[in-house]
């Protein structure tokens, strides 16, 4: 499994507006907000923030500065804006699609589908797919040869990005590369340095979920319904990311490469930060132990860390399960179609 380096602290230097250094060298709206739904009685103050030395000294490709910002919700606040370069610094990407049905689990990636299960993609696992989602439709390999069909370079990337796959492309295991792309797609994340606690929760849809200490987009839940019934698979590496050409790499879910950031007091590690600000952490602590006091986001409060999520397993296709706080936004890519793999809600 790929990890990514250890946190680095960031040099900090003034120039104009506040600048983080050591840094390499029209957007996406926020999460809609259900008015019907009322908060829980969760103490969400804001008692935490962003912590930019809990960034890895190459997570972004530009300085960091701070400007104002009108979040989600309508308040008027101060951001961070961080631009991220699309890809981990330092770390080999894959693999993805297997070869063949004789593949290993070290030769594919990974698919979670929401049931919970975390499957590895090896040559077992193609042969298993209409047993798996009792569909015979699934025919992932020739069986003269024993090939996986995979559909990489531009093709494939094509194929990522797109939430109405030809039918030609039916039975392929889809990859789409960085090297395919010329390197990683630049966002900019805006990102509330305090955060400001919502009157109700946001809800995710196809919005992107916050960014982890090495500058990878957190994504929304995997779009599996739309996915399954094109009978393609863009499989995730080891570390619960793939590659489109709108996001460039990004993660679906948390395998451990991104809780980089240790704590003291035997808590889960600090995963990344959530579009409003709040701190996320693993699932479980030190001793092995999942929380058992989180609210319906995924969200529960000590004195240390003030109000904070908790990531869901992997398994689950999910990070969190809303915002608490109000959200700021990811800017940028190429302007060719919606974040997250797919297509966004209706209304």
């Known amino acids: ?18 600048a983080i250094g050591g840094c390499r060298g029209n ?23 962003v912590v930019l030395g809990n960034f890895t000294a190459d997570a972004f490709n530009a300085d ?37 049905i004789t593949s290993t689990p070290e030769d594919g990636g990974l698919w979670f589908d929401g049931s919970g299960i975390v499957h590895d993609v090896d040559g077992d696992f193609i042969v298993d797919l209409p047993n798996i989602y009792d569909d015979p439709g699934w025919m992932m390999y020739d069986e003269a040869t024993g090939l996986v069909n995979v559909t990489d370079g531009q093709e494939g990337c094509d194929i990522t990005g797109d939430p109405n796959v030809d039918p030609s492309f039916v039975n392929q295991c889809v990859e789409c590369t960085l090297e395919t792309l010329g390197g990683g797609v630049e966002r900019t994340v805006l990102i509330p340095i305090e955060p400001v606690p919502a009157d109700v929760p946001g809800e995710i849809g196809r919005s992107d979920v916050g960014v982890a200490p090495n500058g990878v987009l957190l994504g929304p839940p995997a779009p599996i319904e ?35 950031g240790i704590q003291e007091d035997g ?53 969190i399960g809303c915002f608490r706080g109000e959200t700021g936004r990811v800017e940028g890519g190429d302007g060719g179609g919606p974040p997250g793999d797919g297509p966004p809600p209706e209304g």
Not at 71 to 91: M, Q
Not at 232 to 246: A, E, I, K, Q
Request: with cysteine.
């Open 226 to 260: 739309l996915i399954l019934s094109s009978y393609t698979l863009g499989v995730f590496d080891d570390c619960g990311g793939h590659v489109n050409p709108h996001e460039g790499y990004h993660y679906h879910g948390s395998t451990g490469c991104s809780e980089t």
């Open 1 to 18: 499994m790929n990890h990514v380096r250890p946190l680095v602290l960031i040099p900090i230097c003034i120039a104009g507006s506040l």
């Open 27 to 49: 957007g996406d709206d926020g999460p809609s907000v259900d008015p019907g739904t009322a908060m829980p009685n969760t103490d969400v103050a804001a008692s935490s923030s």
């Open 64 to 100: 960091v500065v701070t400007e104002d910002c009108t979040l989600g919700g309508g308040t008027s606040t101060t951001c961070y804006r961080l631009t991220i370069a699309g890809e981990p610094g330092g770390t080999a990407l894959g693999p993805f699609c297997p070869e063949s």
């Open 267 to 319: 808590h889960a590690s600090l995963l990344g930060y959530a579009l409003d600000g709040y701190g996320i952490y693993g699932l479980l602590d030190t001793e092995g132990n999942e929380p058992t006091d989180l609210d319906e986001c995924r969200g529960a409060t000590d004195d240390v860390r003030g109000y904070h999520y908790h990531t869901a397993a992997a398994g689950e296709n999910m990070f």
